[in-house]
């Protein structure tokens, strides 16, 4: 599954394994200990980088920076970062840094590149360059590196398009005393669970408000947590909905269009909780951004009904469904795979410049979607409607058991003829596969661009023309008599922000995969990207319209490690980005499921306010995000993406704040106390702390 990456990943892999590398000297041939020794680190094992995937094959090629050549060096796309182990052997590190140009990137302006390089030993900074852009020269470096235990090259990317930032180290040496220098990875953590146990009395968490369409289908699942069994009650539910005492489901026909305030009782051997929950009906769905499961990077390929089913399940007894996940969505593969002699054979006329598969085939993109998959039958029936592949033998049933646990179900289709892992999509059929979607009983689409582009090959489409597929499957998905959440994915192309609301989205990814990993250290520099990236979007993202930075990559078969699990989860929440996990459901061990379902990290993301978080504060590796939440009080997480324990502060006037603060740190649901004028903490590697602060009263205890 790892081998499989959207469509502009695999384009750019395409143009970047044109070139081969060619090494200097290898690292076996050094000479012995006790002699002075020149070391290229490209012949360093640099599957120990971690780099953001786009477009950063961990490469030792030739390079180019500002039209100079360099025969030898490595390049990583930041944020990037590679150790090396040199055990007080080495005497210096020299290179030439710059930002390479050597890559026509596809879609992506190189010029917006701007990277701050770093050389860091043994918990500090030893050199430190400027903001490097397209425009800098090769800048040298050379660095005193004697005594060094464990030397660091670090690029942290200081821009939005992080796809441009590909950091070049040309030439790059170490000079040691014949010692072998060795390529490492990171110490990881010991995983500490930060988040109490919850109480076994009842807990309402969030979300605590709720839209749908009026005469639409109604169903929602009240996130409490505590012992079962639990009983519920609900006062001043609308005329068409009901709530079942015993389940805590509400649902029924949504009423006409309000604002319905509710309140909620629920009630266990061991006490009682109530609140109200806000019931919108109207044309605006999706509130608060989704919370779920995506199975892509669980089961990729190979995914089948009984899968989504026992996900579903885990979804209920692991206790999430308790914190507000309720989508079980299947990803690509669910349909016919039909390989390469697939034509569209349907009416092409609604658009403005139709192609026939076949044609698009033709185009100078030469990816072909593979051979067809034997016993999957006919792509579509006689009329045209999408088949499901014998793995899923009956959708109404599977979504039919997914509504009755209190959850809902999402699919997934392309608007181009082939989905990203060569299934049918839904090209020139929009209509017909949105109404087979809702006959289903789908309650989210996850629309993924893959190979649409293949309609202008090799040009690419204007902002008009990507606009397009969305505003046709939007328009086919109103007309459903059901709620069915759009979520668009094409991995950011055309600031997709700036379109994506008034297209129908309620939620658009901004990068691209994650989860499209290259060496074994990735995931991380990935998240960080795509997350930073975010910084400037908030005015795009509100109630209804998400910006979406993809799945959350947790938990085992992903190499987080605790801290970076949760800086993940603090960035999402702080982001307002969906919530949608990955990982395998029946396999969630209990740091992981303590880093989804901590109710107080998330109100952050699922509060009404909708209010996604700024940067607020950026120093070097030290970064500070903030977002106002609807009470008035705000969440600050203080980040260190850097590669030692480091203090990050902030001042209250950086947040606007002019009185004392009370402070809570919300992994730990714990009181900090009241703070006069800033709040420094030690962070971690890659860790982060999250705080709720509010103005603190005169009653309140100072610090
Ligand atoms: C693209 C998307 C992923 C996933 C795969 C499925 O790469 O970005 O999230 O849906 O396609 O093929």
Same mark, same amino acid.
């Given at each position: 599954m790892m081998k499989h990456t959207s469509?502009?990943?695999?384009?750019?892999?395409?143009?970047?394994?044109?070139?081969?590398?060619?090494? *200097?000297? %290898?690292?076996?041939?050094?000479?012995?200990p006790g002699n002075k020794t020149v070391i290229p680190v490209s012949s360093l094992d640099l599957n120990q980088m971690s780099l953001t995937f786009i477009p950063? =094959?961990?490469? +030792?090629?030739?390079?180019r920076i500002q039209g100079q050549n360099f025969a030898d060096g490595i390049w990583m796309c930041a944020h990037g970062f590679l150790h090396i182990q040199l055990d007080g052997h080495g005497s210096k590190f020299t290179a030439k840094v710059g930002i390479d140009d050597s890559i026509p990137l596809h879609m992506t302006d190189m010029k917006q590149a701007a990277v701050v390089f770093y050389v860091q030993g043994d918990g500090r900074d030893l050199w430190k360059s400027p903001v490097?852009?397209?425009?800098?020269?090769?800048?040298?470096? %050379?660095?005193?590196? %004697?005594?060094? $235990? +464990?030397?660091?090259?670090?690029?942290?990317?200081?821009n939005r398009n992080y796809a441009a930032n590909i950091a070049d180290w040309a030439e790059?040496?170490?000079?040691?005393?014949?010692?072998?220098? +060795? *390529?490492? #990875?990171?110490?990881?953590?010991?995983?500490?669970?930060?988040?109490p146990a919850p109480p076994q009395a009842p807990r309402i968490n969030a979300p605590?408000?709720?839209?749908?369409?009026?005469?639409?289908?109604?169903?929602?699942?009240?996130p409490v947590s505590g012992e079962r069994p639990m009983q519920y009650k609900a006062k001043g539910l609308p005329k068409g909905l009901a709530l079942d005492a015993a389940t805590g489901v509400i649902s029924g026909t949504a009423p006409k269009a309000g604002a319905y305030k509710v309140k909620i009782i629920a009630k266990n051997s061991l006490g009682k909780d109530s609140n109200t929950l806000r019931v919108v009906i109207g044309d605006t769905i999706s509130l608060t951004p989704p919370m779920g499961f995506n199975d892509w990077y669980s089961y990729g390929m190979e995914v089948n009904e009984d899968?989504?089913?026992n996900c579903a399940r885990a979804m209920i007894d692991s206790g999430m469904s308790q914190y507000g996940y309720s989508y079980i969505g299947i990803d690509d593969a669910w349909m016919v795979k039909p390989g390469q002699d697939y034509e569209v054979l349907a009416d092409d006329s609604h658009y403005a410049d139709p192609k026939t598969f076949k044609e698009m085939m033709n185009t100078t993109y030469k990816l072909v979607p593979g051979e067809a998959e034997p016993g999957h039958g006919k792509p579509r029936d006689e009329q045209g409607r999408i088949n499901s592949n014998p793995k899923f033998p009956d959708m109404k049933a599977m979504t039919d058991q997914i509504h009755a646990m209190g959850l809902k179900a999402g699919i997934y289709s392309s608007p181009g003829p082939i989905t990203c892992a060569g299934f049918v999509g839904s090209y020139l059929y929009e209509d017909q596969d949105a109404q087979r979607f809702a006959e289903w009983g789908f309650d989210l689409l996850k629309y993924d661009w893959c190979y649409y582009g293949w309609r202008w090959a090799p040009e690419l489409p204007s902002s008009d023309q990507m606009k397009e597929p969305f505003i046709r499957m939007n328009e086919a998905l109103k007309k459903q008599p059901r709620d069915i959440l759009f979520n668009l994915c094409q991995y950011g192309l055309g600031d997709i922000w700036e379109w994506g609301e008034p297209v129908g989205g309620h939620s658009w990814r901004t990068g691209n995969d994650i989860g *499209?990993?290259?060496?074994? $250290?990735?995931?991380? #520099? $990935?998240?960080?990207? =795509?997350?930073l990236s975010e910084n400037g979007l908030d005015k795009w993202a509100g109630p209804g319209h998400w910006n979406d930075p993809d799945y959350l990559l947790i938990g085992k078969r992903f190499n987080v490690s605790p801290n970076e699990a949760y800086s993940y989860m603090s960035f999402w929440s702080l982001l307002c980005a969906p919530l949608i996990y990955s990982g395998r459901m029946d396999q969630l061990d209990e740091f992981t499921l303590n880093v989804l379902c901590n109710s107080e990290v998330l109100e952050v993301n699922q509060d009404p306010l909708g209010q996604q978080a700024k940067v607020i504060k950026r120093e070097d590796?030290?970064?500070?995000?903030? +977002?106002?939440?609807?009470?008035? #009080?705000? *969440?600050?997480g203080l980040f260190n993406i850097g590669e030692f324990e480091t203090t990050v502060r902030i001042n209250w006037k950086d947040l606007g704040f002019k009185g004392p603060m009370k402070v809570r740190d919300l992994w730990r649901q714990q009181d900090l106390g009241v703070f006069e004028h800033e709040f420094e903490k030690t962070v971690p590697r890659h860790g982060v702390f999250l705080l709720r602060l509010s103005p603190a009263s005169s009653s309140d205890k100072k610090e």
């Open positions: 469509c502009i990943a695999r384009i750019i892999v395409l143009i970047l394994c044109m070139f081969t590398p060619g090494l *200097a000297l %290898s690292a076996d041939e050094t000479q012995p950063g =094959v961990p490469m +030792k090629r030739p390079l490097m852009t397209p425009d800098s020269p090769p800048l040298p470096v %050379s660095v005193d590196i %004697s005594g060094i $235990n +464990k030397l660091v090259l670090l690029a942290l990317p200081i790059a040496q170490l000079e040691t005393d014949g010692y072998q220098p +060795k *390529a490492v #990875s990171p110490e990881r953590e010991a995983g500490e669970i930060l988040t605590r408000i709720y839209g749908a369409r009026p005469g639409h289908p109604f169903q929602f699942l009240l899968d989504m089913l *499209a990993v290259i060496t074994g $250290n990735s995931y991380y #520099s $990935n998240m960080v990207s =795509v997350a590796y030290r970064c500070v995000l903030a +977002k106002d939440m609807e009470d008035g #009080s705000t *969440a600050v």
